[in-house]
């Protein structure tokens, strides 16, 4: 079979580099096939012995190595093994005179591709290579499509559980930030999750994840007291300070320093935060000597702080240095949609910790009181409320007796997943109907236009067609 020059270009606009090494201690093979394979198209090189080929992997590894099986030295299939362990992904397609079949087929159970008998034809091993590059193609396509998949349907990401829309684009948005110097705000009301959205960024962050994650709660702690712990002090800068302290600044050297409830600074330490952010400078409390450090600063409020500029309570030019990429975390009330996977991790999570209970399923009312409820204190304030559940209820489901009485006291009408004979919501089932809630709510945002709504979701318009299928949203087509 000859591969036609349409066909050829199709596989050479997917794979740019194309290239394939030959070896063989014969000089005729070896100018045999390389003429063959430059005539198609393909970059080649050519080596005489196995150590040759090992020799020049690391300046130019090919995508697929051709071998004969009997050479001096080292043979084709020590090449093989070698090549194996060093990338797996290179093909190797051995070549062997007739007697030596059966070693070849050897060879083909320690990885190799395939194996073609001398004399070498040529319509053979155009085939062969042809076979390897579409295979290839095929791997990288499933690789991207999973990858895709994985982004546009991540219901878990770092620690952060949640599908909705809104979570993705903060998961692309973590993506795409994490792994920079970039100063990053995170804004949300209290327990809608900021301190896991700075824990992912660290995770996230390919330079900085395996150094310090250094957490401080600014509103907790007093303005002289936050100073020392943010810069460290030396001994006898004030009354209880009996020997030199290193500050949470110094600690987080190399990492992230994660500042909770940022607008509870005083006016004094803005002006040091400041000099942080610009110059990488402090002096901790009561020492002249400075300090140089190289940390990432994430910080979080649940404040406007624009309002808080405009009342004279936060410095504008420390806002626009904390600001430099935004993430607003959405309440629960905003996301509800992510309700019943929130649940199905909290009873996991509770009941691992309460040893002695099993629970794995909720009622109808409970699902619907917890649907109905906006949720004022966010996803703790769930998590709270169903590891109480958990704690309260005698068998293996959540009944609406195990809720507080003003959830117990909630008569909406909103539709909850299909019930199963003994009235449990299954949490498979309620997590696809999270799915669908999201669709419809994404559909309904857009007027209908599934382009748009397949843009915002992150996935492509066959994709959004075959889940609205799925879910019965087709019925008038």
């Given at each position: 079979?000859?591969?036609?020059?349409?066909?050829?270009?199709?596989?050479?606009?997917?794979?740019?580099?194309?290239?394939?090494?030959?070896?063989?201690?014969?000089?005729?093979t070896?100018?045999?096939?390389?003429?063959?394979?430059?005539?198609?198209?393909?970059k080649?090189?050519?080596?005489?012995?196995a150590?040759?080929?090992?020799?020049?992997?690391?300046?130019d590894p090919?995508?697929?190595v051709?071998?004969d099986?009997?050479?001096?030295?080292?043979?084709?299939?020590?090449?093989?093994?070698?090549?194996?362990?060093?990338?797996?992904?290179?093909?190797v397609?051995?070549?062997?005179?007739?007697?030596?079949?059966?070693?070849?087929?050897?060879?083909?159970?320690?990885?190799?591709?395939?194996?073609?008998?001398?004399?070498?034809?040529?319509?053979?091993i155009?085939?062969?290579?042809?076979?390897?590059?579409?295979?290839?193609?095929?791997?990288?396509?499933n690789?991207?499509?999973?990858?895709?998949l994985?982004?546009?349907?991540?219901?878990?990401?770092?620690?952060?559980?949640?599908?909705?829309?809104?979570?993705?684009?903060?998961?692309?948005?973590?993506?795409?930030?994490?792994?920079?110097?970039?100063?990053?705000?995170?804004?949300?009301?209290?327990?809608?999750?900021?301190?896991?959205?700075?824990?992912?960024?660290?995770?996230?962050?390919?330079?900085?994840?395996?150094?310090?994650?250094?957490?401080?709660?600014?509103?907790a702690?007093?303005e002289?007291?936050?100073?020392?712990?943010?810069?460290?002090?030396?001994?006898?800068?004030?009354?209880?300070?009996?020997?030199?302290?290193?500050g949470?600044?110094?600690?987080?050297?190399?990492?992230?320093?994660?500042?909770?409830?940022?607008?509870?600074?005083?006016?004094n330490?803005?002006?040091?935060?400041?000099?942080?952010?610009q110059?990488?400078?402090?002096e901790?409390?009561?020492d002249?000597?400075?300090?140089?450090v190289?940390?990432?600063?994430?910080?979080?409020?649940?404040?406007?702080?624009?309002?808080?500029?405009?009342?004279?309570?936060?410095?504008?030019?420390?806002?626009?240095?904390?600001?430099?990429?935004?993430?607003?975390?959405?309440a629960?009330?905003?996301?509800?949609?992510?309700?019943?996977?929130?649940?199905?991790?909290?009873?996991e999570?509770?009941?691992?910790?309460?040893?002695n209970?099993?629970?794995?399923?909720?009622?109808?009312?409970?699902m619907?009181?917890?649907?109905e409820?906006?949720?004022?204190?966010?996803?703790r304030?769930?998590?709270?409320?169903?590891?109480?559940?958990?704690?309260?209820c005698?068998?293996?489901?959540?009944?609406?007796?195990?809720?507080p009485?003003?959830?117990?006291?909630?008569?909406?009408?909103?539709?909850?997943?299909s019930?199963?004979?003994?009235?449990?919501?299954?949490?498979?089932?309620?997590?696809?109907?999270?799915?669908?809630?999201?669709?419809?709510?994404?559909?309904?945002?857009?007027?209908?236009?599934?382009?748009?709504?397949?843009?915002?979701?992150?996935?492509?318009?066959?994709?959004?067609?075959?889940?609205?299928?799925?879910?019965?949203?087709?019925?008038?087509e």
């Amino acid at each position: 079979m000859v591969i036609g020059d349409c066909k050829l270009y199709r596989i050479n606009s997917l794979f740019m580099k194309q290239s394939i090494l030959i070896v063989d201690d014969e000089p005729l093979t070896r100018k045999s096939l390389f003429e063959i394979l430059r005539h198609r198209g393909y970059k080649v090189n050519c080596v005489g012995s196995a150590q040759e080929a090992l020799d020049s992997l690391a300046k130019d590894p090919p995508d697929i190595v051709i071998t004969d099986l009997k050479m001096p030295g080292l043979d084709g299939m020590e090449l093989l093994k070698q090549l194996k362990a060093i990338d797996n992904d290179i093909a190797v397609v051995l070549m062997t005179a007739f007697g030596s079949i059966e070693n070849a087929v050897e060879a083909m159970k320690e990885g190799a591709y395939d194996y073609i008998t001398k004399p070498i034809v040529d319509n053979e091993i155009e085939l062969v290579i042809e076979r390897i590059f579409e295979q290839k193609r095929l791997i990288e396509e499933n690789k991207t499509l999973k990858k895709r998949l994985a982004d546009t349907s991540r219901a878990k990401f770092h620690g952060i559980i949640g599908q909705a829309p809104q979570m993705q684009k903060i998961y692309n948005l973590i993506d795409a930030v994490a792994s920079t110097n970039a100063t990053v705000l995170i804004q949300g009301d209290s327990g809608t999750g900021k301190r896991m959205v700075a824990c992912a960024i660290h995770r996230a962050d390919k330079f900085r994840h395996d150094k310090p994650f250094i957490e401080v709660s600014c509103g907790a702690l007093p303005e002289n007291l936050l100073e020392s712990e943010l810069f460290g002090h030396v001994k006898g800068s004030f009354t209880s300070a009996i020997r030199d302290r290193q500050g949470r600044f110094e600690l987080a050297a190399g990492g992230i320093i994660f500042l909770d409830e940022i607008d509870t600074f005083s006016p004094n330490l803005q002006v040091k935060l400041l000099r942080v952010l610009q110059e990488g400078e402090f002096e901790r409390v009561g020492d002249t000597k400075t300090f140089k450090v190289d940390v990432k600063v994430v910080a979080a409020t649940n404040q406007n702080l624009k309002k808080l500029i405009a009342e004279g309570k936060f410095r504008e030019d420390l806002y626009y240095r904390l600001n430099v990429i935004p993430v607003y975390v959405p309440a629960l009330r905003e996301r509800k949609g992510d309700i019943p996977l929130l649940v199905e991790h909290f009873l996991e999570k509770c009941s691992k910790r309460n040893e002695n209970k099993k629970v794995c399923d909720i009622s109808e009312d409970v699902m619907r009181a917890l649907l109905e409820y906006d949720w004022p204190g966010n996803i703790r304030e769930l998590e709270n409320i169903i590891e109480r559940a958990v704690i309260l209820c005698k068998g293996s489901t959540i009944g609406i007796v195990d809720l507080p009485d003003f959830l117990q006291d909630i008569k909406g009408d909103r539709p909850v997943p299909s019930l199963s004979a003994n009235g449990k919501v299954p949490l498979k089932e309620a997590l696809k109907f999270s799915e669908k809630n999201i669709i419809e709510r994404v559909l309904d945002e857009c007027g209908g236009n599934r382009t748009r709504a397949a843009e915002l979701l992150g996935i492509n318009r066959t994709t959004l067609y075959n889940k609205m299928k799925e879910y019965g949203m087709l019925q008038d087509e």
